[in-house]
Every structure is written in structure tokens, then in C-alpha cells.
């Protein structure tokens, strides 16, 4: 059973607020997705999800408090900083949790959510702003792309980061793209939220220029966590390997313990080149 396809059809004029620059003829047409083993010529096979649509069953109304995930929306709008997205095309969004926390705390006014798991589309206010999800990846003037912990769900990586460059219609959008780092660093966690991969940030950086983008920041992040990682990952994967998560609701001392953790390494976030558990690249499209 093939995904969802990007359509040709004109953008709507509910879409046109966002106020980029657009242009819709000759829109491409390309699967987002394929699942269930099946490949399309230009599919991006396996991709079933993000992971917190898993870990969201896991953690509940408590995602949003989490340390990991507010970990992360730090280190996004740390990456974004100077710079005033108007619109977000989050691809493989899961909940939408990073959209709704760029509508929150950045100058985005309006985001796309879209994710081959939802049952169907729909749509929603977040503080006075429009939040669209849908499985059907469309042509959108977005002027921010987020990857989100994506590209390591598929056997194409390329392919998927080049249908959601192809998405926006934006002549100046950025792409904000974060993955799992270290394939050595493989575990059952991974084997639960169907990864393909880890990456080196080199080969993230490779990836992005292959795609035709100028980077602008790359990066490692969960520096400061990333020794307490290896201790318990190695261990863990030499005993057994059974699919779960580790990702699971702490304490509430634990929970900012490794919050402040995670915050203390935000000063430095741009210039850690050397160790993380995620990896961020942020590169522009230069299409004019």
C-alpha cells in the first residue's frame, strides 16, 4: 500500500495569508512515503511515522513537560535565532509538537503538519494561529521546513529531504533537519521506533549539500548527556536488544536535572562538532 502523493492541484486560498512568494504551476508530483515494504520509483520506503507518535502513547499529556522534548524545542529556537520564519512545513510531524512551540515562540503565524499516521486531515487554532494536519504532502508557501527526527525512518533519505525542498514554494525557505547520531550507539530504542540509521554529523552535512542546500549551522546536541548514553547503551547492547523505548516519564527532580543539563549546553549549541546523541543540520535553499 503506497503513501500519501504530493498533489499538483493550486494551493488554497486560506494558505495565501502566510504572505511568501509562491508559485504553483508545474507543482511536482512524488510519494512521501511508502509503507508496508512496497516501493514506488520515487518512494521513500518504510516510513511509518515519527517517533512521538509512538512515544506520545508512552508519555501522554506529559510530552510537553518532558525534558527531551523540551530539550529540543530549545535547541530549535536557539538555531533559529535572528531569523523570522513566517510559515512551517513539518514533515513527519507526529503530534506537531515543534510547530506548536514555533507558533508559540517565534513570528510563524501559520504551519502544515504532515504525517502518513493520521487518520485523516484536519486543522486547528493554536494561540490565534492556523496548525493544518494532513497526510497528503502539497505544494505550500512555507518558508520553514522542519525534518524532525525523520530521515533515519527510510531507506531514501534523499529522496525524502528533496520531496520536502520540492514542498515549498517559498524562494527563500530554510530546512531544519535533526537525526539520531552514531550508528555504534544503536539500540533497542531504535529497533522500537523503526530507524533505518544513525548518522555522523559529516554525513548529514554530505546528505544536505547533495540536496543542492547551503548549510548554515551544523551541529551536535545532548552533548552533556552523551557519556552518561554510552555507559548504559553499550552494556545494554551487548546483554540484549529488544525493541523498546527508553524514552520514558521521569521524576520531576529528574526531569529538570536533565533539562539543565541539556540547557547548559545551549551557548555552545553551534560550536559542538565533536559528540551529541541528536545531530542538526540548518541550511537554506538558495533558490531564487
Known amino acids: 500500500m503506497y503513501g500519501p502523493v504530493v498533489s499538483s492541484r493550486a494551493i488554497p486560498a486560506r494558505y495565501e495569508a502566510a504572505g511568501s512568494r509562491c508559485h504553483t504551476r508545474g507543482a511536482p508530483k512524488f510519494r512521501l512515503a511508502v509503507v508496508n515494504g512496497a516501493k514506488g520509483a520515487k518512494g521513500a520506503k518504510g516510513y511509518t511515522g515519527p517517533m512521538d507518535l509512538k512515544e506520545s502513547n508512552l508519555l501522554g499529556d506529559g510530552i510537553a513537560r518532558h525534558w527531551y522534548y523540551r530539550a529540543k524545542a530549545a535547541a530549535v529556537q536557539r538555531l533559529l535565532r535572528g531569523r523570522a520564519p513566517a510559515a512551517i512545513l513539518d514533515v513527519g510531524a507526529g503530534s506537531g509538537f515543534f510547530s506548536r512551540h514555533l507558533l508559540t515562540h517565534t513570528s510563524a503565524n501559520l504551519a502544515w503538519c504532515v504525517d502518513t499516521g493520521y487518520d485523516s486531515d484536519s486543522q486547528e487554532e493554536h494561540q490565534g494561529k492556523t496548525l493544518y494536519f494532513q497526510r497528503e504532502l502539497s505544494p505550500v508557501p512555507a518558508d520553514l521546513i522542519l525534518l524532525m527526527d525523520v530521515l533515519e525512518h527510510v531507506d531514501d533519505d534523499a529522496a525524502l529531504l528533496r520531496a520536502a525542498l520540492a514542498a515549498s514554494t517559498a524562494t527563500d525557505a530554510r530546512i531544519l533537519i535533526s537525526v539520531p547520531a552514531f550508528q555504534w ?104
Do not use: K, M
Open 185 to 288: 550507539l544503536w539500540s533497542g530504542h531504535d529497533d522500537f521506533l523503526g530507524h533505518q540509521r544513525r548518522y555522523r554529523l559529516r554525513q548529514l552535512t554530505n546528505l544536505v549539500t547533495s540536496a543542492g542546500l547551503v548549510i548554515e549551522q551544523a551541529c551536535y546536541y545532548y552533548g552533556l548527556l552523551f557519556p552518561l548514553a554510552v555507559a548504559t547503551r553499550l552494556p545494554a547492547r551487548i546483554q540484549s536488544r529488544q525493541p523498546r523505548s527508553q524514552l520514558r516519564a521521569q521524576g520531576p527532580l529528574t526531569n529538570r536535572l536533565l533539562l539543565a543539563c541539556c540547557h547548559a549546553e545551549l551557548p555552545l549549541l553551534a560550536h559542538n562538532r565533536l559528540a551529541g546523541l541528536s545531530a542538526f543540520c540548518l541550511a537554506r535553499a538558495g533558490r531564487g
